[in-house]
Each structure stands twice: as structure tokens, then as C-alpha cells.
């Protein structure tokens, strides 16, 4: 009882410092003072925000040059210049020993304020003026998904003294074990750009995209219907009626891949040009881009695994991409987790065992993975053909009604059932899973192909489900939650009597109860 007492009484007194402790710091923290952002923001933030109302300014000269009135134009303008110019004023920001708090808001003021101890990442990012200007913007990530908590961002800081923030923010959460003073490991280079990377940019939708956001633009503010009724327009209905419609779909498709090709080059120029990958043993440091560069910093103790991307397109072309699977930083919300972008499949995969290590030897991209068996192998087939032979025998009913069915709807119903039977095959061979030693991977898709490697220690919870088919079938989905990447990871249609056998595999003792 002496004992049990003297224990009890070690751990209120361990408990009482540390509450003294902490209280020493919050007083700390209330003398400290409150800092502004750099006075070069002044030049930054009204053309900042004059860019992003460009089209309304463009529409106020516009009217302003019909009527011969520039005065809603300047006034439009002056608001935007000096809604920019009051931010600095109404920005503060402090760096204490327990929280870092950012204060905002003209019309709303707000108070952020973030423990030291949920910091996840620090970002650091530079626009083309902030380059010109010596200037950077910092971004602190905790992990919280978007929408529920406020962006912690200081835009914009002296670039010379970005670099020693960041580190001092990510001090206490990647290296809290090492000793005071001591100096950062050396960073080793695991992965540098070649120029050579630009081809596999166009096998992507990024042109595409970017195309059918720039016409979006055009319509939302009224330009698009008048490039409609141009000339140019007009001509080429002409064109079309007298070298047949066929041909100038077949011409315009051709000009549309060209454009999005070059769009999507120029994109991948500038959002990834110069990256390197360098490794100092406790953390991640990736670089890029040309125009606009940006810096992130993964902690290797929040690495949960990698996510192999090989959509069709870019896996046709022989590429892949490879992100971090890390806690506290989400993938769906599209944060801060790319290792590679559009790169040689090889180079992704060496990567991948590169930043795993150990693990990445046992889960080479080029092993084979478990089979799920000939009911998977169906579904694949039917649940890609199927729909295709209903519009088929639609089409046929329609006809047999005395309904004109154009040559055309089908051959394009064949060209479809062909591309169905592709995909399905396609998609059988990327399905698979493998269950390594403190590991789960896991493939499948066909057009968006993903192999994910999971590591065990990151997975919280355990989901078998089947619909309503999967149960008739004999098959169902194993879903692996995790607070890292997306959330969560599915092993699709395995054979029910294997499934919870791979989560005890994965997880022993999680599906103990359940595989008799």
C-alpha cells in the first residue's frame, strides 16, 4: 500500500509540473508580440485581387466604352485596390510556444489559432510576383478535413526567413526525440525532374479540362454567344454542311487533342518543372514548379504507404504517378501528398520502394498479386456488358416498332460492346491484393487503375459488405478505414470465406472472431 501510495503521488506531482509547465508557456505566449506580414504585400494583394474579378473589370470597361462612362470601371478598381491594401492592416499573425494564431477579417474579424501540437505540414509556395519581390507564402496543414476548419495561411513573408519558420513550426513534430541544438540530418536526393517527363503530360484530362473551363468563362460573362455568332463560327457550319458533318467532327477532334495536349504540356511545365525529392531519414521534402514553385515537407512518421496511379491513358504511355499515403493529410481534398507526377512507370515504382523501404522490396509493383477468382472474373464482364447489350436490344425493340435507327447507332453500339469487353478484361487483370508481414496491397480498376500499399500499423477498423449481387454471388468487399490518405481502402469482390481470414491476416486478432 506504501508503494501504490508513493507511486500516486509521484504521478500528481509528474501531472502538477507539467500543468505549472504549460501555464509558464500560455503566459509566454500573451507577452509575445503580435507580428505583421511583409510590407511588400501592399504590391501583392491588389493585383491579387484585381486578377481574380478580371472579368468583371472587363465587362465595366467594356460598358464604360459603349456608354463613354469609365467611372463605374475606376470605381470597381479603387474598391478592389483598397480592399487589398486594408488586408495588411486587419493581418497579424504570432509564433508562440504552444500555439501559432493568425488574426484577420475588414468587415469580419477572426481569430485562428492552432496547437503546435496538431501541425501536420508546413507548406511554402511562391507566385511569380512573390519571386520578383523576395516573398513566399507559408500554409499550415493539421489535417482537418476542408470545410471544417479555417486555412491557415500567411501570404505573404520574406522568403529568407520562410525556410527558418518552417523548420522551427516542424521541430517539435518530426524530431521532438532528438536533442536540443542538434544539427538536421543531411538531405539525400531520391528523385530528380528530366524534361523527358513532359510526354506523358497530355495523357491526362488536364487540357481538357482546361479547355472546357476557359469556354465556361467565356459563356458565364457573355463573350461565348457573341464568339458564336462570328464569322468564324458561321464558316465552319458552312464547312461542315459541304464537306459533311463525319469529317468535321473527325477534324475538330484532332485540333481539340492537339490544344489539350499543349495545354496539358505547359501545365505539367509549370506546376512541376525542376522537382526534387530529397529523403533526410525523418522527413520528405518535395520542390517544384517553374513559374510558381511550391515546397511541402511529409513526415516519415505519418507515412502510412503509397498510392500507385496508372490510369488507361497514362498506363498505355507506360507512366504512372505516385502519391504519400500520410495521416492527418487528405488525399480526397487533393492536400499536399504527391511524391511523382506524371513520370516513367519505372522510375514510380522505384520510388515507391525507395520511400517504403524495407516494405518496398516486399511490395514491388512488378510481383503478381492473389487472384479473387473466377466470380470476380464475371462480375467484371457483366457489369461492363450488360448495359451496353440493353441499349442493344432497345435499339433492336425500337426497330422492330417501325423507329428509324440510323446505321450509325450501330456501329457505335459495336464500337461500345468492344470497348466494354476491353475494360472488363482490363479490369480483372488489376484486381488483386497481397498480405504482407505489417502490410496490405491492394489493386484494381481499369480506367483509373490504383495500387495502394497500406501499411497495418495505420489501419483503425474493419468493414466486410456485400449488396444485395455480392451475396448471391458469394463475394464481397473488405474496406480498411484509416486516418491517412482517402480515408479508406477496399479489397473488391473477394471470395466471402477468404475475407475475414485477410483481416486477421493484416490485423491479427481483428477478425479472429468472425473467420470460424
Known amino acids: ?13 509528474t501531472e502538477n509540473s507539467a500543468v505549472a509547465v504549460e501555464t509558464k508557456l500560455l503566459v509566454e505566449e500573451e507577452q509575445q508580440p503580435w507580428l505583421r506580414l511583409d510590407k511588400r504585400m501592399l504590391l501583392v494583394h491588389p493585383v491579387n485581387e484585381a486578377v481574380k474579378v478580371l472579368p468583371v473589370l472587363l465587362v ?21 485596390v483598397v480592399f487589398a491594401v486594408l488586408r495588411w492592416f486587419t493581418t497579424s499573425y ?6 501559432v494564431q493568425l488574426r484577420t477579417g475588414v468587415f ?20 511569380v510576383l512573390h519571386r520578383v519581390l523576395g516573398l513566399s507564402i507559408l500554409r499550415i496543414g493539421t489535417g482537418q478535413q476542408a470545410g471544417k476548419g479555417e486555412k491557415f495561411e500567411l501570404n505573404a513573408l520574406d522568403a529568407s526567413i520562410v525556410p527558418h519558420l518552417r523548420e522551427e513550426l516542424l521541430q517539435r513534430v518530426t524530431r521532438s526525440a532528438a536533442e ?32 472546357a473551363a476557359a469556354v465556361g468563362v467565356l459563356f458565364q460573362y457573355g463573350l461565348g454567344q457573341r464568339l458564336a455568332e462570328s464569322s468564324v463560327v458561321t464558316d465552319s457550319i458552312d464547312s461542315a454542311e459541304r464537306f459533311g458533318l463525319v469529317v468535321v467532327i473527325v477534324v475538330g477532334l484532332v485540333i481539340l487533342l492537339i490544344v489539350a495536349s499543349v495545354f496539358a504540356c505547359a501545365r505539367y511545365l509549370i506546376a512541376y518543372g525542376n522537382l526534387t525529392v530529397t529523403d533526410d531519414g525523418t522527413r520528405l521534402h518535395v520542390a517544384h514548379g517553374l513559374l510558381r514553385t511550391r515546397s511541402t515537407t511529409l513526415d516519415r512518421k505519418r507515412l502510412r504507404g503509397t498510392s500507385l496511379s496508372e490510369p488507361l491513358l497514362l498506363r498505355s504511355a507506360r507512366g504512372a504517378r ?13 492536400e499536399s501528398s504527391m511524391l511523382l507526377p506524371q513520370a516513367p512507370a519505372d522510375e514510380a515504382r522505384r520510388m515507391m520502394t525507395v520511400v517504403l523501404g524495407d516494405a518496398g522490396l516486399h511490395a514491388d509493383a512488378q510481383k503478381p498479386l492473389g487472384s479473387h477468382g473466377p466470380v470476380a472474373r464475371r462480375r467484371r464482364y457483366t457489369r461492363a456488358v450488360v448495359p451496353v447489350l440493353l441499349a442493344a436490344v432497345a435499339l433492336a425493340i425500337a426497330e422492330a416498332f417501325g423507329a428509324p435507327i440510323p446505321p450509325l447507332a450501330w456501329v457505335a453500339a459495336a464500337i461500345l460492346l468492344a470497348g466494354a469487353v476491353f475494360v472488363a478484361w482490363d479490369r480483372n487483370r488489376g484486381l488483386g491484393h497481397a498480405v504482407l508481414p505489417g502490410w496490405l496491397i491492394t489493386r484494381h480498376g481499369s480506367l483509373d487503375r490504383k495500387r495502394h500499399s497500406l501499411e497495418a500499423a495505420g489501419i483503425i477498423g474493419w468493414t466486410v459488405r456485400q449488396t444485395f449481387f455480392q451475396r448471391r454471388a458469394g463475394v464481397a468487399t473488405i474496406v480498411a478505414a484509416t486516418p491517412a490518405g482517402v480515408g479508406h481502402y477496399e479489397v473488391i469482390d473477394i471470395p466471402i470465406e477468404q475475407a475475414w481470414a485477410l483481416v486477421e491476416a493484416v490485423t491479427p486478432g481483428a477478425g479472429d472472431k468472425w473467420s470460424s
Open 94 to 99: 504570432r509564433i508562440g510556444p504552444v500555439h
Open 108 to 127: 469580419q474579424k477572426k481569430l485562428l489559432s492552432v496547437p503546435r501540437s496538431r501541425i501536420r505540414s508546413v507548406d511554402i509556395e511562391a507566385g
Open 322 to 334: 505516385l502519391d504519400a499515403i500520410m495521416t492527418g493529410v487528405s488525399a480526397e481534398k487533393k
Open 180 to 211: 536540443p541544438g542538434t544539427p538536421p540530418p543531411d538531405e539525400i536526393e531520391i528523385a530528380h525532374w528530366q524534361a523527358s517527363w513532359v510526354k506523358y503530360a497530355p495523357f491526362s484530362f488536364t487540357g481538357v479540362v482546361t479547355i
Open 1 to 13: 500500500m506504501i508503494e501504490n501510495s508513493d507511486v500516486t503521488e509521484n504521478s500528481a506531482v
Open 60 to 80: 465595366s470597361f467594356i460598358v464604360g466604352s459603349q456608354s463613354g462612362n469609365h467611372f463605374w470601371g475606376l470605381i470597381v478598381l479603387a474598391i478592389v
